[in-house]
């Protein structure tokens, strides 16, 4: 290839590091949503840790440890935040606020903006996973073997791009940045209790309706790739239900999303 034709594809590079550099600083200049962000995962595995220790495994817990399946779930619920929630709200906001009109009249390509967050929530995501499972370490949960690696990238990865794209598609829905925080938790709580997430549920017909929605999925895939039992990791039937939900969220999100503020 010509260096004339170098030029365009060094340009969308640039164009995409400089959005993900102005995320990153974006979000570090707010300490409160990054406190809450990394600590709050991070409690509440210590608070687990000192209940429940390492432990041996369980029946209950799907034949891991109390705590081993909590550095899972609780792994997922701080992707959802970074992926899900904080996503959908600050999109909101900045949609009312005309931040999302101001950068549509830019240079940027959409594409750019987009892959830009989702770079940014994926490294959240995956910070934030380190220190669970690093605190889970502290108390005792055996670290998943050199094998389990491209299954855990391969599950946060996709996770991370899913429910980005939900977040995307909930944030088009939703009229005003007030309303934003209800609607996003009213969705999300019902899901993760359903899902198994603070305890484990042996419903048949729950588990059934849970396994159809994207939370529960992503639990297993997560107990999957971080389990010690042998295989490669990859749980490929909640990697498909991840998939069809990340790719419904991305058609609502290209048909319904809006750069300009609702009229009230």
């Given amino acids: 290839m010509s260096a004339t034709g170098h030029r365009p594809l060094r340009r969308a590079h640039a164009l995409l590091w400089h959005q993900i550099r102005y995320e990153q600083l974006s979000f570090w200049r707010n300490p409160q949503s990054a406190f809450f962000t990394f600590v709050f995962p991070v409690v509440v595995i210590a608070v687990f840790g000192a209940m429940f220790g390492g432990g041996g495994t369980d029946p209950y817990f799907y034949g891991l440890s109390a705590l081993g399946y909590y550095v899972a779930t609780i792994a997922a619920v701080s992707v959802l935040g970074s992926c899900y929630s904080q996503l959908a709200i600050v999109l909101a906001t900045r949609r009312q606020n005309g931040i999302l009109k101001r950068v549509r009249a830019t240079p940027l390509p959409a594409w750019a903006y987009f892959l830009g967050l989702l770079a940014h929530c994926v490294m959240?995501?995956?910070?934030?996973?380190?220190?669970?499972?690093?605190?889970?370490?502290?108390?005792?949960?055996?670290?998943?073997?050199?094998?389990?690696?491209?299954?855990?990238?391969?599950?946060?990865?996709?996770?991370?791009?899913?429910?980005?794209?939900?977040?995307?598609?909930?944030?088009?829905?939703?009229?005003?940045?007030?309303?934003?925080?209800?609607?996003?938790?009213?969705?999300?709580?019902?899901?993760?209790?359903?899902?198994?997430?603070?305890?484990?549920?042996?419903?048949?017909?729950?588990?059934?309706?849970?396994?159809?929605?994207?939370?529960?999925?992503?639990?297993?895939?997560?107990?999957?790739?971080?389990?010690?039992?042998?295989?490669?990791?990859?749980?490929?039937?909640?990697?498909?239900?991840?998939?069809?939900?990340?790719?419904?969220?991305?058609?609502?999100?290209?048909?319904?999303?809006?750069?300009?503020?609702?009229?009230e």
Avoid: K, M
Avoid at 127 to 139: A, C, F, K, Q, S
Avoid at 205 to 225: C, H, I, K, M, S
């Fill in 124 to 263: 959240l995501s995956v910070v934030d996973v380190l220190l669970i499972v690093g605190v889970g370490r502290l108390y005792g949960v055996p670290l998943p073997g050199v094998a389990r690696w491209p299954a855990i990238v391969v599950t946060l990865v996709l996770g991370a791009a899913c429910f980005c794209a939900l977040g995307v598609a909930v944030a088009s829905l939703i009229r005003n940045a007030e309303a934003a925080p209800a609607v996003v938790q009213l969705v999300l709580f019902p899901l993760v209790f359903i899902s198994g997430t603070y305890l484990p549920i042996h419903s048949g017909t729950v588990n059934q309706v849970a396994d159809a929605l994207p939370v529960r999925p992503f639990n297993e895939a997560l107990l999957g790739a971080l389990a010690q039992h042998s295989g490669s990791g990859f749980v490929w039937r909640s990697l498909g239900v991840l998939l069809v939900w990340g790719a419904a969220g991305a058609v609502v999100a290209v048909r319904r999303f809006r750069w300009d503020p609702r009229p």
